[in-house]
């Protein structure tokens, strides 16, 4: 009797002993879970300057600023390209202009102003943003030297005040034509617009182009940047003094570079001025009448060539996370960032307003020509929000009640960047010269004709229909890429996928210099 009572003591003194660790334990838990919640809920740290270099993505930038190498015009200076020459070194002539230099446009040799512009400001923001991370991993210097390639055409290629050189080159001429650009022998037209001929859209984008350069060189050659802001100033008042679409006034451009409005290039080039200059004028254009009629806020866009809106967004929300109060705090200037937020949440796989134009990877997937063109403008602006958001400590993005961190923002733009370089179900690279697998018949004249061929305009094509893989490695191409269900036809005649364009390689040099390493961004431009 006197044994199974103390037994029972003993058990009883188990059991107490066990509620009192398990109450403990799950006081540690929560105590712990709460430490973390708040951890998660608050901002993260700002980076600092550049830190440990992502190799995948220094070598994939390394590559990818080599094809505007290739597609330089002109007499080539310090030319890293074995199987590229001199060319088109009469472009302007017929008008007493030296247009020799700028960029040809993608496989063919036709120089368009409008896509050439976007190239520039584009790489003029991916030097303002992630310069220090390009210096990193030493190609600072080979992108300036593009950027200037293509802004120097642009300054000569505006004469006087009310004109802007648009096109160089027949595109039915040009496309009835397969050899080398340094073979060229046929005329080379020029196309402008002017004040009985408007070009709103593409004086704009110009003008954006030619403001941000200035910034981008405003330290290392004062003069040049002086030059290319007066000509940014001049080109602005143009645009919008004389306003009217340069496909109404030039119908035969519709087939190649439809501009669908010019709204979109006049906010654009003011958000670009009035970081340039810091003159208010700017900020009254972009919050006053003009952006009600144009800004379209609160509905996304996909940024291109063709709609710089949520470019337009994302820029001035630099102001709004940065800027001085007196500005930052513009209720129309929050219309912008909430408007950019909008574009986030629109990217961002598990937001409530995420867009299902996806492939079965994630790729977001818009057009069946040149692909890859949204994707990688998307994740670029996605990553240079999520900067913006960290170096100014915004720990969230809400989006429809859900709230996201910068580094979801930063995930998304990776995920992108993967599928471009191989993770995808073809374990391809669509940057070419990247990996081990990358397409070999890339629709492009040079890099399709042996250097050592001599062709004319109409024999050239046999280069065209060859089945054997291009002898010249268009390296840093980034091609059209895939179809909605994630196939790819690696064939020179699919231009639809295989074509690459000047374009395509700015978004992709700006968003791998952003994945580089991490560093905070500048708080401002000036």
């Given amino acids: 009797m006197g044994e199974k009572s103390s037994s029972k003591g003993g058990w009883c003194s188990w059991f107490i002993a066990f509620i009192v660790s398990g109450v403990v334990a799950l006081a540690v838990f929560f105590t712990v879970r709460s430490k973390i919640h708040k951890s998660d809920s608050g901002p993260a740290p700002v980076p600092g300057p550049?830190?440990?270099?992502?190799?995948?993505?220094?070598?994939?930038?390394?590559?990818?600023?080599?094809?505007?190498?290739?597609?330089?015009?002109?007499?080539?200076?310090?030319?890293?390209?074995?199987?590229?020459?001199?060319?088109?070194?009469?472009?302007?002539?017929?008008?007493?202009?030296?247009?020799?230099?700028?960029?040809?446009?993608?496989?063919?040799?036709?120089?368009?102003?409008?896509?050439?512009?976007?190239?520039?400001?584009?790489?003029?923001?991916?030097?303002l943003e992630y310069g220090d991370q390009m210096k990193a991993v030493d190609q600072l210097e080979p992108v300036q030297g593009s950027l200037?390639?293509?802004?120097?055409?642009?300054?000569?290629a505006h004469p006087t005040d009310n004109v802007l050189y648009i096109q160089v080159g027949s595109p039915k001429m040009d496309h009835s034509c397969w050899e080398r650009p340094e073979d060229m022998n046929e005329a080379r037209p020029l196309t402008q617009v002017n004040t009985s001929a408007p070009g709103t859209d593409v004086a704009a984008e110009t003008a954006a182009a030619l403001a941000s350069a200035s910034?981008?060189?405003?330290?290392?050659?004062?003069?040049?940047?002086?030059?290319?802001?007066?000509?940014?100033?001049?080109?602005?008042?143009?645009?919008?003094?004389?306003?009217?679409s340069y496909s109404a006034s030039i119908p035969e451009v519709q087939t190649f570079y439809n501009s669908t409005g010019f709204g979109d290039e006049l906010l654009w080039a003011a958000s670009w001025l009035f970081h340039a200059t810091r003159d208010r004028s700017y900020m009254e254009y972009l919050t006053g009448k003009n952006g009600e009629d144009f800004a379209d806020w609160g509905g996304p866009t996909w940024f291109s060539w063709d709609n710089k809106l949520a470019g337009v967004q994302v820029l001035?929300?630099?102001?709004?996370?940065?800027?001085?109060?007196?500005?930052?705090?513009?209720?129309?200037?929050?219309?912008?960032?909430?408007?950019?937020?909008?574009?986030?949440?629109?990217?961002?796989?598990?937001?409530p307003t995420a867009t299902t134009s996806r492939t079965h990877s994630g790729l977001v997937w818009i057009s069946q020509w040149n692909?890859?063109?949204?994707?990688?403008?998307?994740?670029?602006?996605?990553?240079?929000?999520?900067?913006?958001?960290?170096?100014?400590?915004?720990?969230?993005?809400?989006c429809n009640g859900r709230d996201f961190r910068p580094s979801d923002?930063?995930?998304?733009?990776?995920?992108?960047?993967?599928?471009?370089?191989?993770?995808?179900?073809?374990?391809?690279?669509?940057?070419?010269?990247?990996?081990?697998?990358?397409?070999?018949?890339?629709?492009?004249?040079?890099?399709?004709i042996p250097t050592d061929a001599t062709t004319g305009c109409?024999?050239?094509?046999?280069?065209?229909?060859?089945?054997?893989?291009?002898?010249?490695?268009?390296?840093?191409a980034l091609v059209g890429g895939p179809f909605l269900n994630e196939s790819f036809v690696d064939s020179r005649n699919n231009s639809m996928q295989t074509e690459p364009s000047t374009y395509n390689s700015a978004v992709i040099i700006g968003l791998l210099s952003a994945l580089v390493t991490t560093s905070s961004v500048t708080q401002s431009f000036t």
Wanted: hydrophobic content about 40%.
């Fill in 50 to 127: 550049p830190g440990a270099i992502d190799k995948k993505y220094a070598d994939a930038l390394k590559v990818a600023t080599q094809f505007l190498d290739i597609q330089k015009s002109g007499k080539l200076e310090d030319n890293r390209i074995t199987w590229r020459g001199d060319s088109a070194l009469d472009d302007g002539s017929e008008a007493k202009l030296d247009l020799s230099k700028g960029m040809y446009d993608a496989g063919d040799h036709m120089k368009f102003g409008f896509p050439m512009a976007f190239t520039a400001t584009v790489l003029s923001w991916s030097i």
């Fill in 148 to 156: 200037k390639w293509i802004t120097d055409f642009l300054i000569n």
């Fill in 215 to 244: 910034l981008v060189f405003r330290s290392s050659d004062s003069a040049y940047s002086a030059t290319l802001l007066k000509h940014a100033k001049q080109l602005f008042t143009f645009a919008d003094k004389y306003r009217g």
């Fill in 316 to 351: 001035l929300s630099r102001v709004s996370f940065f800027g001085s109060k007196d500005v930052s705090n513009s209720n129309v200037l929050n219309k912008y960032r909430e408007s950019a937020e909008a574009v986030m949440c629109g990217l961002l796989p598990k937001s």
């Fill in 371 to 398: 692909a890859l063109q949204h994707p990688v403008a998307s994740a670029f602006l996605a990553v240079i929000y999520s900067d913006y958001m960290l170096s100014s400590r915004t720990a969230k993005l809400s």
């Fill in 409 to 448: 923002l930063r995930k998304f733009a990776i995920s992108q960047a993967d599928f471009v370089l191989g993770n995808n179900p073809l374990k391809m690279s669509f940057l070419v010269g990247y990996g081990d697998k990358y397409p070999q018949y890339v629709h492009h004249r040079g890099a399709s």
């Fill in 458 to 476: 109409k024999d050239g094509f046999k280069w065209l229909e060859s089945e054997q893989p291009n002898p010249n490695v268009a390296m840093g």
